[in-house]
């Protein structure tokens, strides 16, 4: 498995998903977690709401704000 695309700590947009399931918007990440499948999962936590989520590296990109 590849070595996680982010690190603790950076700010990162969520792509909004087909079923909505994580809101859209920056997050910070929290945690780097074990891959599922053939994608690492983050632990990341929203700057809007305060809540944490887990999210696949696919659903992620990175914030130049």
């Given at each position: 498995?590849a ?10 947009d ?5 079923f ?6 920056p ?9 599922t ?5 983050y632990?990341?936590k929203s ?6 989520r ?8 990175r914030?130049?704000?």
């Amino acid at each position: 498995m590849a070595e996680h695309k982010f690190k603790v700590g950076q700010v990162v947009d969520v792509r909004a998903s087909l079923f909505g399931a994580t809101p859209p918007g920056p997050y910070e990440v929290t945690r780097q977690l074990p891959p599922t499948g053939m994608s690492n999962q983050y632990r990341v936590k929203s700057h809007k709401s305060g809540q944490e989520r887990v999210v696949r590296e696919d659903d992620l990109y990175r914030n130049d704000h």
